[in-house]
């Protein structure tokens, strides 16, 4: 069963520690995205990687890490410097070319809380 | 990307055809239509995408007009299930190369489908 996995659901830290969120894919997918959602909100994007051991800066990186050591892997670090941690995060998976990179393939979230 | 316009919230009772309109009046000739939707609590889900011919797959129909300013995306048949926030993206395709791609969502269309 092919798909895209977040883990996991629910997450709950203390401020001031850093907590990684896990997404994996075995689409084969070339691209994976990690995306931010506020309540009512749209998607921002956090990072975004089109190959291994490469990934870029989205619109709201601040506090954020990310490693892309497999292709299936791509785990989300918030640090203690990201100031309003909490949200729903998303991950997404992508082929690589003309229209496949808008189809992007979403794991269930994982929704951090921290208090 | 072309500006998109769609009603803030539609009722379809179950069984019945869902049929969701998003207007783009700007939309250019090399910008796709896309349609995402996302369940409470749930990562957003592809649905289907079109350039200017109709196109249909198994989970919906998506209509575009031939002056390509407006689509709608039907549901033949709506379950509970469907019930969830539906968004019309218009964004441009690149070429073959491709790469990765940001995906941001309007307001989008609240369905609710009623038993």
């Known amino acids: 069963d092919g798909g895209i996995t977040q883990s996991p659901k629910y997450l709950f830290r203390k401020e001031g520690q850093n907590v990684t969120l896990s997404c994996e894919q075995n689409?084969?997918?070339?691209?994976m995205y990690w995306y931010r959602q506020d309540p009512g909100q749209g998607l921002r994007l956090i990072y975004y990687s089109q190959i291994v051991n490469d990934f870029q800066k989205g619109d709201i990186a601040e506090g954020y890490s990310v490693s892309r050591e497999k292709k299936e892997s791509f785990p989300l670090t918030v640090t203690s410097a990201q100031k309003n941690p909490t949200a729903f995060y998303l991950c997404a998976s992508s082929i690589l070319g003309a229209s496949g990179s808008l189809e992007q393939y979403f794991g269930p979230g994982t929704r951090l809380t921290v208090t | 990307d072309a500006k998109t316009t769609q009603p803030p919230s539609m009722d379809c009772a179950e069984g019945r055809a869902a049929n969701l309109p998003c207007n783009h009046s700007?939309?250019?000739?090399?910008?796709?239509v896309y349609w995402y939707r996302q369940i409470h609590s749930q990562g957003p889900q592809y649905i289907i995408h079109g350039l200017k011919n109709n196109e249909t797959n198994e989970m919906a129909s998506l209509i575009i007009t031939e002056d390509r300013k407006s689509s709608t995306l039907i549901l033949p048949h709506a379950t509970l299930r469907d019930t969830a926030v539906y968004y019309c993206i218009v964004r441009v395709v690149r070429g073959r190369s491709g790469s990765a791609r940001q995906l941001t969502f309007g307001s989008g269309t609240q369905l609710t489908v009623l038993p």
């Open positions: 700007t939309i250019s000739g090399n910008e796709y």
């Open positions: 689409l084969n997918h070339d691209a």
